[in-house]
Structure formats: structure tokens, C-alpha cells
């Protein structure tokens, strides 16, 4: 068995490592069962409170009588706290791998080292500060490796009461009976088959209480009806991660914190522990879920519930703020994304039943003698007007006119998105206790010391002294990240340069095609390959993940959340050019400067530039986006699960080679943890740019492609529950972080959303045939039939006074596309402005709510004061009168 230290082994200097306290793990056929280590004492099912599971318990158990004879108890020995994690006897506590090996201290954290690691001097100090800082520790060797050891942390009762006050860690004092009323009148409401059944599954949501910072001098105002369930596991986790990171290792200045050293390779993995397994033999609406780990995969990461609501707080309470408000902004935009998808479809179909009456294509139908020039020069044949007949009927389905309406509404729908947003993330603050939390002063990053460590000077907050950065030396960093940053955009446009010189020279290879369904729509052809070739350069150039990481290393920033944002704006700066060039290229480029009969335009004088198709440049940018955004969603979709299933598949292979079938199954919930994927380097970055690059197509170029918030909604439909079985399956549980909004994507989709209006107003007036359409039908009326070949251009015939010369009709159509620019941008922007004036960033009821509480916390204060100096003043007068009584 393992050696459990003590609280007074903390003063003697252990030998390497521990080593010497270090015995194998001992295997046990029921480890695989899940445990049950987070149910709670005994208290009143009327009464639930914020931050702690109440109704685990009672769900699993089959009766009261069977709770009441498992209840949790409290243990004094050695001078402290011991808390049994579970219900069950001590064995079954050992066996389920959340425990020491006496099957009373809680694991809530666990460090991994291999002991080849030659960092061992600086683990051994570390480890005796983390004793001296009161945490409990316990090693224990891997199954699989005999070089992995795991050390186990535990912070009892007296740790986390000290650092939850030092923290101002919000905890529940009084249940709230307004919230309970709101809760009996909704009750009272038909109820919704996005919403779980509250009976059946009553911990899915927080139910709300007031909430102050903790203080162990007032811990009377707090309701502590049991030790082990006042402060969650992610609380728990949470402030023995806030105790390593201000633990030293080395005797210095700055040698401190776990970050620098899993940096250093001194551990090589620090997670806190799944709470079991997310499996279950009985079915959860009869048995109950076994653990929170349970709970979360029936009810969010299972595919059988995809069109439920997801359950914010329980993702909350697992994984914390931050991951939590990643999910709450991810559903809310999928959610929003409904009005979107159902207009752009009425779009569409709109176009589908005015086609019979789109008097443009019955024309282009019907221009059976109007010759069209070649597109090309030696094989491409000239071609009549009536060809291009089904291109104009498609282009129709997008291009009509609902579309104008469309880019408006998807220009107000992107404002109404971002500003109930930031209601939706007051009110989850405030539920989530985050009103009034403010960041922590960040530790200096280890390379950023390293680097300016001979120049100090006094930081204005804390007062003590620190690295510095002269400005000039950050002003050529700049300079120099900037000039890289350029450069990589440059090599962004040569590619897509590339991509031109294809298109040139692929139109007449495949109008000499021997078949005759690519050579009668070489054009398509040469649009649909160059697409499925530019998807791929869009994929071999994400290389500029290791330039942002180089440019952003190079800035050196003093603090990881400016290294976070530096990097995340240089990645989103080059996925963006990345994704969205050849789009920019085909929206207003193409085809304009291809000049014109006997004065073309010439690639090294040799092949003539690209020209639109005679129905229009529309249909090859709805080519580009739809083609670019199925293909880009499918990747996504099959790298962000695939990779780490074949990954966790191949580990599992090796083990049941090793170890046996079943091996896997015995092992410690420590080892399983071990053996998954470790959640990627950049947290949530990764998770974010996919929605936000997303967002970018459903809004930039959304008149050109109306069913992009369509696909985007089913893409989001499926990308939420994908993430959910990443996280409970697939991940090691990840650090639960506090976040107050989501960062610094707010501000790119602000960005997104105004370049949306300007590129929608310049691909409605400029791209498409929207403007030339109503000067056409105001202004002249149908074409008359001429047996010159023509090309799509407004200039004079050759046989004309002044040959080629633009027409009265390009000046008309100019006028009209300058004009529909500057009104539909003022329009717009003018609408965004006026709703984001009338929509205030918290709602009403909230501010009330907020008040409410604020006011009611003061009374409930000074009545507890009164009451406390009430009874020390009759204390004190009882005292008097026993004094008075004995005086002689």
C-alpha cells in the first residue's frame, strides 16, 4: 500500500523524490465501477443550495432509509479532518480511484513525474512546500510504466477555508425565496421538450441562493450542512491549483509555480481527476446518475439528447466559468442562428417559385441569336447567349430580390446576436457569482524574466520589483512581428495568384476536353477544381500556427493572457486572409480587369484573363463559399474527434496487449485520466476560431450564399455535442477556470459584423446583377437581337463613331451601383447603432435582482450582528449576576 503524509512529516527533508515513501499500486477487480464520492449529507429536499450536490444521493439510493444509513461522517485523527468520499465501505473507497489509500481523504489534485526526469532536487523542495502549506500527499506508482509515479494532493478542511477567504471564494448563506416563487410559476407552465425533466433529474441546474466572499470569522452566516459538500470539486481544485502556483521549488527571487515547472519538463502532467467513469449498467431515470462524470455524458454528451437544452450549470460546476461560458456562447449562437437559417431559406425558396417570372433568365433563355464571344482563345467556341440558360435560372435562386432584405437582416441579425449576448453573459454572471470578480495580478512569464531580469523596475500594484521591457526594444519587436505578419499575408496572396494562373490556363485545357460534359462547361469545371484546390492549399498552409507561436514568442509579452491575446490575433489575422483571399478575389475581382475585344488583357502576353460566366459572377462565388464551407466544417468536425479516438484507441490496444482484455478496466480513476488526451496547449482557442471563422462566412458574404447560416446551424447542431463527448470521454479533465466574458472574440465578431455590411453592400452593388437589373427594368426596356457576338460589358459596338467606348448605360449603372453603397452602409450602420443604443447591456430585472440582493445581504448582516452582541451582552449580564451573588 502507499504511505500517507502527514501534516508533520512536512518538517523532515525526504530522500529523492520521496522514493523512499513510494510502494506499488495495488490492482482490484471493481475499480472500473463508478464511484460515488460526491453525495451528500443528509439534508432537507426542500432546501437546495448554489455550488454543492444536494440530490446526488437521493437519486442514487433507492430510499431515504438506505441514504440515512450511508450518511457521510467526519473523522478526527492526528489532529484533523478526514472526509470519507464515499458511501460505501473503505475498499469500495480505494477501489474507485478518487481517494488516498485510507479511503477518506479526497483526491483534487494529482502531479505526474517519470523518475528518470533529471529535475528531481527541484520536485523535492517543492513537494516539502507543499506540505508546509498544509496539503496532504500521497505517490503511488503507474501500472503501466514503472518510471511514471503520481503524486496525490488532498487540501483539508483548514487549507481550503484559509485560501477560500484569501481567494474571496463566493459561497451560498441564504436560500432565496423570490427565485423560488419564479420557479413554482413556471412550474405552472407547459413544459418544453428541449428541457430535461426536473423531477427525474433535479441536479441539472444551480438553484439560486445569496452568495458573499467566504470569511472564517463569519463562517456562522454560511450554510455548512457538510464539510465535504460546502466547497465543490471545482472550488476544491481550483484553490490547490492557486496554492502550486505560489509554491516555490528553488531558493530565488522568482523559482516559483507549477507552471514553470511542468515548462521545465520537472512533471510532466498536473490534472485534476474525472469524478469516475461516465458509463453506468443501470439506466439513469431508474438508478439515478453515479457521478457528475455520468450525468454530464447522459444528459449533454449523448447523441439521443441533441435537440436538448444544454445543462450550463452542471457544465459549469465540472469544468468551470470558463468552459462553461465557451458553451453558453456556443448555444446561444447556434440558437441564433435559427431566424437566420429560416429567413435565408425563404430566400432561396423564394427565388425557386419566382423563377418562372425572373424576366432576366426567360430573356438569356430565350436569346437564342445572340452570339457571345469565346472565353477563351484557341479551343473555347464561340457560344449563343441561350446557353448560359440554367446558370441564369441558379443564379436566380440567390440573386433575386429578397436578397438586399437578406443582407440587411443578416447585418441587424449580427448586432441583435452580439448585444443579447452581452445580457445573456450578465445574467449568467451574476448566476455564476461573477459580477464581482476581477482577475488576479498575473505572474510574469518564466521566458519573459529570463530574458529582462537584469533591468527591474517597481510594479505600480504589488510594489515589488520586476523585469522590464524598454520601450524601444518593444517597439522593434512590434515592428519586426508586423513586418512577419505581412509577409505571411503576402505568401497568402501569391497562392492565391496561383490559383488565378489555374484558372487562366485550365478554362481552354478543359474546353479541348474529349468529353463533353466538362467541355461544354469548362468554366464550371475550371471553378469547381480550382475551389477543391484552393481547400487544399488552405490546409497545407496552417504552418502559420508555428509563425503566430514565433512572432508571438518573439514580442515576448509580460503576461500569459498578452501572450494569449497576441497570438490569438495573429491566428485569426492569418486563418482569415487564409480562408477568405480566393473569396475576396472571386467577389471583386474577377472578371474586371479581363479589357476587352482586340485589347484584352494578357497573363506573360500569353493567356487571356478569366472573365465571368455570361450569367454572371454570382454563381462562381456561391460555388466558392459552399463548396469551401462543407468541406471546411466536415475537417473540422472529423479532426476535433477523430485524432484523439485513435488516439485513446491506440493506447487502449497497447494496454489490453500488455496488460489483457480487461486490464484497462481495473485501473485507478488516476491511470485512466493518464492514459486519455490531454486537453490542446491553447485551451479554448482552437474551439473559438472554428465558430468565429464560421460566423465570418455566415455574415461576410451572405448575400452571395443565403443558406450558409443553414449549414451553419446544422454544423453547430452537431459541433456541440462532438465537443460535449470530447470533454467528458476523451479529455483528462481540465483545470476548471473563472472568466468573466469570452475574452478577446467579442471584439473580433464586432469587427466581423461592420466588415460585414460593407462587403455585403459592395457584393449586392458590384458582384452581383441586382443594380444593372433595375436600371435595366426603370431605364431601357427588353434586349433587341443583334448578329454581332457580344461579351458582358457596357461599351459601344465596333462599327460605332467611337468603337468600345464606355456606353451612357456604364455611367448609369455606376451612378446607381456608388449610390445603393452609400445608402444601404448608412442605412444599415445607422440601424446597428440604434439597437445596440436601445437594447442596455443588463436587463432590467437583473438590476433588480442585483439590488435585491444587495440590500437584503446588508440586513441579514446587521441582524447578525444583533443578534450576536444581544447574546454577548445577556452573556455578559448573567455573568454580572453570578458575580454579584458570590459577593460575600
Excluded at 439506466?283 to 462524470?293: D, K, V
Aim: aromatic share 14%.
Amino acid at each position: 500500500m502507499s504511505i500517507l503524509l502527514e501534516e508533520t512529516e512536512s518538517s523532515g527533508a525526504p530522500t529523492k523524490d520521496d522514493d523512499s515513501l513510494l510502494h506499488p499500486a495495488t490492482n482490484s477487480s471493481v475499480l472500473d465501477e463508478p464511484s460515488s464520492t460526491d453525495q451528500p449529507s443528509e439534508v432537507s429536499s426542500s432546501l437546495r443550495y448554489r455550488s454543492s450536490w444536494t440530490n446526488l444521493g437521493r437519486s442514487v439510493f433507492q430510499n431515504e432509509s438506505s441514504l440515512n444509513s450511508h450518511r457521510f461522517h467526519l473523522d478526527k485523527c492526528a489532529d484533523r479532518d478526514y472526509v470519507h468520499c464515499s458511501l460505501h465501505t473503505v475498499g469500495r473507497s480505494r477501489s474507485s480511484g478518487l481517494c488516498f489509500s485510507d479511503g477518506k481523504c479526497r483526491i483534487d489534485y494529482v502531479l505526474v513525474y517519470r523518475k528518470s526526469s533529471p529535475q528531481s532536487e527541484k520536485r523535492e523542495v517543492f513537494e516539502r512546500n507543499i506540505r508546509a502549506e498544509g496539503l496532504q500527499m500521497e505517490k503511488e506508482s503507474s501500472i503501466t510504466s514503472s518510471d511514471v509515479i503520481f503524486v496525490k494532493l488532498h487540501a483539508p478542511w483548514e487549507v481550503l477555508c484559509r485560501y477560500a477567504e484569501l481567494m474571496s471564494v463566493r459561497m451560498p448563506f441564504r436560500c432565496s425565496m423570490l427565485e423560488k416563487k419564479i420557479c413554482r410559476f413556471r412550474g405552472w407552465l407547459p413544459r418544453k421538450p428541449m428541457k430535461f425533466d426536473d423531477d427525474t433529474l433535479p441536479d441539472l441546474e444551480e438553484h439560486e441562493s445569496f452568495t458573499a466572499p467566504f470569511s472564517r470569522q463569519r463562517i456562522h452566516h454560511f450554510i455548512i450542512h457538510n464539510k465535504d459538500t460546502f466547497f465543490n470539486n471545482a472550488t476544491r481544485t481550483r484553490i490547490v491549483h492557486h496554492i502550486l502556483q505560489r509554491v516555490k521549488y528553488e531558493e530565488g527571487k522568482n523559482k516559483i509555480g507549477l507552471n514553470r515547472l511542468l515548462s521545465n519538463n520537472s512533471y510532466e502532467a498536473a490534472f485534476p481527476l474525472h469524478e469516475g467513469s461516465y458509463r453506468s449498467r443501470n439506466s439513469i431515470r431508474t438508478h439515478g446518475p453515479e457521478n457528475q462524470r455520468h450525468l454530464l455524458y447522459e444528459c449533454w454528451a449523448c447523441w439521443g439528447v441533441w435537440y436538448k437544452y444544454q445543462p450550463l450549470d452542471l457544465i459549469r460546476r465540472y469544468f468551470g466559468e470558463k468552459i462553461g461560458l465557451y458553451f453558453a456562447w456556443l448555444g446561444w449562437y447556434t440558437g441564433m442562428l435559427f431566424p437566420a437559417a429560416v429567413v435565408g431559406l425563404l430566400v432561396f425558396l423564394y427565388g425557386v417559385f419566382t423563377l418562372d417570372y425572373c424576366q432576366v433568365s426567360k430573356e438569356v433563355c430565350q436569346a437564342s441569336d445572340i452570339i457571345m464571344c469565346p472565353l477563351c482563345d484557341h479551343y473555347c467556341p464561340y457560344m449563343r447567349l441561350s446557353d448560359s440558360c440554367v446558370y441564369a435560372k441558379v443564379t436566380h435562386l440567390f440573386d433575386n430580390g429578397a436578397t438586399v432584405f437578406f443582407a440587411v437582416f443578416m447585418a441587424v441579425w449580427a448586432t441583435v446576436f452580439l448585444e443579447f449576448w452581452k445580457r445573456r453573459r450578465a445574467v449568467l454572471g451574476y448566476d455564476w457569482d461573477l459580477i464581482d470578480w476581477e482577475e488576479e495580478e498575473e505572474d510574469i512569464r518564466p521566458q519573459f524574466e529570463a530574458k529582462y531580469s537584469k533591468k527591474e523596475r517597481m510594479n505600480p500594484i504589488s510594489g515589488k520589483p520586476e523585469p522590464y521591457q524598454a520601450f524601444t526594444d518593444k517597439c522593434s519587436r512590434l515592428i519586426v512581428s508586423a513586418s512577419g505578419i505581412f509577409f505571411m499575408i503576402l505568401v497568402v496572396i501569391a497562392a492565391v495568384f496561383g490559383i488565378v494562373i489555374y484558372r487562366v490556363v485550365t478554362v481552354s485545357t478543359f474546353a479541348a476536353f474529349h468529353w463533353a460534359l466538362i467541355r461544354n462547361n469548362s468554366q464550371v469545371a475550371t471553378t469547381g477544381t480550382a475551389v477543391f484546390i484552393n481547400f487544399c492549399i488552405i490546409m497545407l498552409l496552417n504552418l502559420y500556427e508555428k509563425v503566430a507561436l514565433f512572432l508571438t514568442n518573439l514580442e515576448q509579452p509580460r503576461t500569459e493572457s498578452e501572450w494569449e491575446n497576441s497570438f490569438t490575433l495573429k491566428m485569426f489575422l492569418f486563418q482569415f486572409v487564409n480562408l477568405n483571399s480566393s473569396t475576396f478575389y472571386i467577389a471583386f475581382f474577377l472578371g474586371r480587369f479581363t479589357g476587352r475585344p482586340g485589347a484584352y488583357l494578357r497573363l506573360i502576353n500569353r493567356w487571356k484573363l478569366e472573365e465571368c460566366h455570361p450569367s454572371g459572377c454570382l454563381i462562381d462565388l456561391f460555388m466558392q463559399m459552399g463548396i469551401i464551407m462543407v468541406l471546411k466544417q466536415t475537417w473540422n468536425n472529423f479532426m476535433e474527434l477523430g485524432y484523439p479516438l485513435i488516439q485513446n484507441w491506440w493506447t487502449r490496444r497497447r494496454i489490453r496487449q500488455e496488460f489483457g482484455q480487461k486490464a484497462q478496466a481495473s485501473f485507478p480513476q488516476w491511470e485512466k485520466d493518464y492514459l486519455l488526451q490531454p486537453m490542446n496547449a491553447y485551451g479554448l482557442f482552437d474551439e473559438y476560431l472554428k465558430m468565429i471563422l464560421q460566423f465570418g462566412f455566415t455574415t461576410i458574404f451572405v448575400a452571395a450564399f443565403p443558406l450558409a447560416p443553414l449549414l451553419a446551424l446544422l454544423n453547430n447542431i452537431i459541433e456541440i455535442r462532438l465537443d460535449a463527448f470530447k470533454f467528458v470521454t476523451q479529455w483528462r479533465r481540465p483545470l476548471p477556470s473563472q472568466a468573466k466574458d469570452i475574452g478577446i472574440w467579442y471584439g473580433i465578431l464586432e469587427g466581423i459584423g461592420v466588415l460585414s455590411v460593407i462587403t455585403n453592400a459592395f457584393v449586392i452593388a458590384i458582384t452581383s446583377d441586382f443594380i444593372p437589373r433595375l436600371v435595366y427594368a426603370y431605364k431601357y426596356g427588353p434586349c433587341a437581337g443583334v448578329f454581332l457576338s457580344r461579351y458582358r460589358d457596357y461599351r459601344e459596338p465596333p462599327d460605332s463613331a467611337d468603337p468600345y467606348s464606355y456606353t451612357l448605360q456604364f455611367w448609369h449603372v455606376l451612378a446607381a451601383r456608388l449610390a445603393f453603397i452609400i445608402v444601404f452602409e448608412h442605412m444599415v450602420f445607422t440601424i446597428k447603432n440604434l439597437i445596440a443604443y436601445l437594447i442596455p447591456d443588463l436587463p432590467k430585472d437583473l438590476r433588480d435582482r442585483m439590488r435585491r440582493e444587495k440590500y437584503l445581504i446588508q440586513e441579514m448582516m446587521y441582524e447578525a450582528e444583533l443578534e450576536r452582541l444581544q447574546k454577548e451582552r445577556n452573556e455578559k449580564k448573567k455573568s454580572d449576576r453570578a458575580h454579584h451573588n458570590e459577593w460575600p
